[in-house]
Structures are given as C-alpha cells and as structure tokens.
C-alpha cells in the first residue's frame, strides 16, 4: 500500500518538529553566548538567508502560496489566501530573520560569516 501525499507530509513534519526539539534539548541548561549566537547562526543566516532554518521554512510557504494560486476554493478567493502565506514567508524571511541576526551579532560579533 503506497501512503498518500498527505501522510508524507506528516511523517516529514514530525521528523522537522524532531529535529527542532533536539536543537531546543542543546539549548537546555547552561550555554554560554558563542554557542547561543552559533546555533541562532543556523536559523539564520545573514550571508545566506535561504540556506537557514528560516529560509528553507519560507521557501516553503513560498511554495504553498503559488500552490494555492492553482487551487480552486469553493466561492473563496484563492488570491487572497495565497497573499497572506507569502506575507508568512516575507515576514520570516526578512523580520524574523534580521531580528535574529541583530541577536547573534550582539551575542558573538566575531562569529560573523564573510
């Protein structure tokens, strides 16, 4: 029996909720704020935006907005909902992103990529 996309999906968002909660596990207890501005560093990266954590989460919404331009919503206006999604990824990309790169470089300045 073939799993459906949608099971996919889940098994594929479990293992990224995983993967988080192992990052959140290193953060547990005392660290000090090299480390901090390091693991912050692989959320978001000033050199490299879409190479983060963040990045590829907003390259995927990215991806589900022009999805939801092709999808046909009983008497709604898919336009509209693909808006808000890519209003998600810019504001993850851009805001969520510089606010962490202001951390990681108040943390650790000298841990700055080129």
Same mark, same amino acid.
């Given at each position: 029996?073939?799993?459906?996309?949608?099971?996919?999906?889940?098994?594929?968002a #479990?293992?990224?909720?995983?993967?988080?909660?192992?990052?959140e596990?290193e953060?547990?207890?005392?660290v000090?704020? *090299?480390?901090l501005a390091e693991?912050?560093?692989?959320l978001f990266d *000033?050199?490299d935006?879409?190479? #983060?954590?963040? #990045?590829?989460?907003?390259?995927?919404? %990215?991806t589900?907005?022009?999805a939801? %331009?092709?999808?046909?919503?009983?008497?709604e206006?898919?336009?509209?909902?693909?808006?808000?999604? *890519? *209003?998600?990824?810019?504001?993850?990309?851009d805001?969520?992103?510089?606010?962490?790169?202001?951390?990681?470089?108040?943390l650790h300045?000298?841990?700055?990529?080129p």
């Amino acid at each position: 029996m073939s799993r459906t996309r949608l099971e996919r999906v889940r098994a594929s968002a #479990g293992i990224a909720k995983l993967a988080l909660q192992q990052i959140e596990d290193e953060l547990d207890g005392p660290v000090d704020a *090299e480390l901090l501005a390091e693991v912050l560093r692989e959320l978001f990266d *000033e050199a490299d935006p879409p190479g #983060g954590v963040l #990045g590829s989460l907003s390259q995927l919404l %990215t991806t589900a907005s022009r999805a939801t %331009t092709r999808t046909q919503l009983d008497g709604e206006d898919s336009e509209s909902a693909a808006c808000a999604i *890519e *209003e998600a990824a810019a504001y993850m990309a851009d805001s969520a992103g510089m606010r962490l790169h202001l951390a990681t470089s108040t943390l650790h300045p000298q841990g700055e990529r080129p």
